[in-house]
């Protein structure tokens, strides 16, 4: 009798075993004539060689498939078990799916314009994304970089924004420099854990294969590739957001996201989104979406307060 042993990596062990084992269980009833044993994140196999071959296939086949969708159901390994073909099994509307969230969901741009997003990062190095809050402008973004990282068409991501005081003094907050930081990039944080379990996104950024910076850091680097998101853009200074733009390496991606009417720089500081918009209107290769009310995924009255907002201000 032979044995194999087969390590699960960046899998949490009850979303892959099931709850109660019953994934595991799932395999176990359809080889009874095999010993598979789980232990921390091993699972070891004893039996002929020919049947630790197919069971090693369906194991790595369910590995896959949960990597590309974030989750692992008692009846997709019963569809592996079924398959002489062991290849992702995959959903109906699969080719809309961004991504499949820690807890399964899936992550679909649903708009209009937050399609064109997508498309427009298909086809551009460099895109910027527009408009008010709760657009989805973020989010869709978000979806697209830890896309990227799975499909490995990318070594990292990269997501940072400006650290400016949005009518509150930054110098004033308790803590130390990383505690003053973090709210600023709370919004980040929640989005990646919406659509990466607590391992995965810890593991990530221990190694940095996923980094959440302010945009300060971004400063003397050389950006290969990664692909790399800059939120609130509004917030940045003219010399800040070339800075930033002028960072692209090699096999990177782009996307700037912006709200024009949520300016919290200083009075008299000009807007670095405003005059870039200006600057390369006419560059090609560029995406430029615009997002507006009829995009707003949050509460209804959020479309009825920014419509009052722009019609009170004449835009």
């Not at 699960?8 to 109660?20: A, H, K, Q, S, T």
């Not at 290849?87 to 991504?99: H, N, Q, S, T």
């Not at 996923?210 to 050389?222: D, F, K, S, V």
Request: aromatic share 6%; hydrophobic share 40%; glycine share 6%.
């Amino acid at each position: 009798m032979l044995e194999k042993i087969i390590t699960l990596e960046n899998i949490p062990l009850v979303d892959f075993l099931g709850i109660e084992n019953i994934n595991i269980n799932e395999i176990i009833s359809a080889f009874p004539e095999v010993k598979i044993v789980s232990r921390g994140n091993e699972i070891s196999i004893h039996g002929s060689a020919p049947q630790i071959i197919k069971i090693n296939e369906i194991l790595n086949s369910l590995m896959f498939h949960y990597h590309k969708f974030g989750k692992l159901t008692s009846d997709n390994v019963r569809s592996y078990l079924s398959t002489d073909h062991h290849l992702p099994v995959e959903d109906d509307d699969a080719k809309d799916i961004l991504v499949y969230g820690s807890r399964g969901a899936k992550i679909i741009a649903k708009t209009f314009n937050q399609k064109e997003l997508v498309k427009a990062v298909a086809k551009n190095d460099l895109v910027f994304a527009l408009g008010p809050a709760g657009t989805g402008k973020t989010y869709i973004s978000v979806a697209l970089v830890v896309r990227a990282l799975k499909n490995k068409d990318v070594k990292k991501i990269i997501i940072t924004r400006p650290a400016v005081e949005a009518g509150e003094s930054l110098g004033f907050l308790p803590g130390n420099l990383k505690d003053k930081i973090d709210p600023y990039l709370r919004p980040i944080v929640d989005a990646l854990s919406d659509m990466l379990t607590p391992e995965k996104l810890k593991d990530y950024q221990e190694n940095n294969t996923i980094e959440i910076a302010p945009l300060a850091y971004m400063r003397g680097r050389t950006l290969n590739n990664a692909f790399v998101l800059l939120d609130e853009a509004q917030n940045t200074t003219p010399m800040q957001i070339k800075m930033f733009l002028t960072r692209m390496g090699p096999n990177s991606k782009v996307i700037v996201t912006g709200d024009k009417s949520q300016i919290d720089l200083p009075l008299r500081h000009k807007s670095g989104l405003i005059e870039v918009l200006e600057v390369l209107k006419d560059t090609k290769n560029i995406g430029f979406v615009y997002l507006d009310e009829q995009d707003v995924m949050r509460h209804r009255l959020v479309k009825s307060i920014i419509k009052a907002y722009t019609k009170y201000h004449g835009a």
